[in-house]
């Protein structure tokens, strides 16, 4: 266990709604990283946050947007979801030190349904 | 942009070897990761080479190349728990942004 974790484990919504998803990173790391995964695809980066500011982002748009807390936590928003939208969103802790970013390590993620 | 390539689907026998290729294109390079990934699961830490060369870690080891843009994930001594999705990532660029491949679906079988 990675000691990553993440809420809620299952989701469903409809069209139109907003969502928010929640990671609390492995102890010791300041870096969040958000990833959505379909369906037999890898991992597609979101973005990452890095002392509580976007440090990068994917090709999402903007109604994908972010937090990350003082205590390293980070939330993903997501407003006016689409059927697309549907997958494991995964969230992936790991620590810049000196401007390097070391090993990262996955939650266990939230299966989101968009009907 | 980057480039990852990895084979879609491999099969392998139980108790045999087996090598999971990955090609990258990309500038910036600072990092290769291998993942491993059970179906409906997160993808679970495997392995992160920075430096040419082998690194060996029990029944598995990951070797890179960074002058040909080339990594494998050696799997030994295959078991059935083995069957799972194999992810290539390179992490790259200023703020080190990790991109993966599509994976590797490896089937043991007896």
């Known amino acids: 266990e990675t000691g990553v974790t993440q809420s809620p484990t299952h989701l469903i919504k409809t069209r139109g709604q907003q969502v928010t998803l929640r990671c609390s990173s492995q102890s010791g790391h300041n870096t969040v990283s958000w990833y959505q995964q379909a369906l037999g695809q890898g991992p597609q980066f979101i973005f990452q946050?890095?002392?509580?500011?976007?440090?990068g982002r994917g090709n999402f748009p903007p109604r994908f947007s972010g937090l990350q807390f003082p205590n390293y936590s980070s939330e993903l928003n997501v407003n006016a979801l689409e059927l697309d939208d549907s997958a494991l969103y995964l969230c992936a802790s790991s620590n810049r030190l000196a401007g390097v970013l070391y090993e990262q390590f996955f939650g266990p993620g939230t299966r989101l349904t968009v009907l | 942009g980057q480039n990852i390539d990895q084979p879609t689907e491999m099969t392998a026998t139980e108790g045999a070897i087996v090598q999971i290729n990955c090609t990258y294109q990309t500038s910036g390079f600072n990092g290769l990761f291998w993942y491993q990934q059970h179906a409906g699961e997160a993808p679970t830490f495997l392995s992160y080479?920075?430096?040419?060369g082998l690194e060996e870690k029990g029944r598995f080891s990951s070797f890179l190349s960074r002058s040909k843009g080339y990594s494998y994930l050696l799997l030994k001594e295959l078991q059935m728990k083995d069957s799972a999705s194999y992810l290539c990532a390179v992490q790259a660029g200023g703020y080190q942004k990790v991109t993966f491949g599509t994976g590797t679906k490896l089937q043991v079988i007896p």
């Open positions: 946050y890095y002392r509580e500011e976007e440090n």
């Open positions: 080479n920075v430096l040419d």
